[in-house]
């Protein structure tokens, strides 16, 4: 699709949802839809990226996935660890930064090694942002963020009179551009503890398509509903 007469968001944020229901309605287990929802992740962030979207943000697994069975949680470690090396030389190849945002706890130290490995050498890289939220909650990164605040304080690092908007952004798990638009695939239609703070003036698109179904074609179309978007932000435009 031409993207010339399309409004480009900046960051691009995805629930990615319905991997489980895909997997079930073809007679499956879940663990297939885990991995066709990884080889759509990859065809699908490289689409997006090759649109001119600078950062793109992608739930993977919640601080509350770990309620799930412990066969499915391990199988999702599984998919992630083998990944990996795939999405350190994707970055690479296409000059990602890639972050990883999410609590450390209960990932295994092969998988933490693989992810200070790759955001260590991307670090390089300046233009476009991969924010890979693992083990993540929102509510996880503001605790977080204020227990760094607060010590920070105590330690004469940070007055707390100069705290604002822009200052606390610094001491989430990474300095990352608001969301302009927030995909969640499936048809569920809420956050689930995603990007709290980052998405509090995103626009919100929730298609019904699973997300290894989500394709090309898919993301087009929410691109197409974006450009209809008017963000306001709180304002008015009194020229109209
Ligand atoms: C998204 O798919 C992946 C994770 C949350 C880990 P789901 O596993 O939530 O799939 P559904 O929602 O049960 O279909
Ligand atoms: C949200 O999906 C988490 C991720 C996609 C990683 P869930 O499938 O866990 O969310 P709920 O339980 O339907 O709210
Ligand atoms: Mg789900």
Same mark, same amino acid.
């Given at each position: 699709?031409d ?13 990615v949802d ?5 997997a079930?309605?073809k007679g ?16 699908l962030?490289a ?8 950062c ?8 509350e ?8 949680v ?5 998919l992630l ?15 990602i ?7 450390k ?8 090694k ?6 260590k050498?991307?670090e ?5 942002l991969?924010n890979?939220?693992f083990n993540?909650?929102?509510?996880a990164e ?10 920070d304080?105590? @330690?004469?690092? *940070?007055?707390? #009179?100069?705290?604002? !908007?822009?200052?606390f952004? &610094?001491y ?5 551009p ?5 995909i969640?695939?499936s ?5 689930? @503890?995603f990007? *709290?703070?980052? #998405?509090?003036?995103? !626009?919100?698109?929730?298609? &019904?398509?699973?997300f ?10 929410a ?18």
């Open positions: 699709m993207y010339s007469k399309l409004k480009i968001p900046n960051h691009v944020a995805l629930i319905g991997n489980g229901r895909w079930t309605e499956m287990n879940r663990s297939a839809g885990h991995k066709q929802g990884f080889l759509n992740l990859k065809k962030t689409y997006i990226f090759s649109k001119n979207i600078k793109i943000s992608a739930y993977l697994f919640s601080t996935n770990f309620k799930r069975s412990q066969m499915e391990s199988f999702i470690m599984g660890t083998d990944q990996l090396q795939d999405i350190l030389n994707f970055c690479h190849e296409e000059k930064k890639a972050v990883f945002s999410g609590r706890e209960h990932l295994s130290d092969k998988v933490l693989a992810i200070n490995k790759i955001e050498e991307t390089i890289y300046n233009d476009r991969f890979i939220c993540y909650g929102g509510h503001i605790i977080d963020a204020t227990k760094k605040i607060v010590k304080v105590q @330690n004469g690092n *940070l007055d707390i #009179n100069k705290l604002d !908007e822009n200052m952004n &610094k989430l798990y990474h300095e990352l608001p969301v302009d638009l927030m969640r695939t048809g569920e239609q809420r956050l689930s @503890n990007m *709290l703070w980052q #998405n509090s003036y995103a !626009e919100f698109y929730f298609p &019904k398509t699973y290894p179904d989500f394709d090309e074609k898919e993301f087009d179309k691109i197409v509903e974006y450009t209809k978007r008017d963000r306001r932000f709180g304002g008015i435009d009194y020229e109209n």
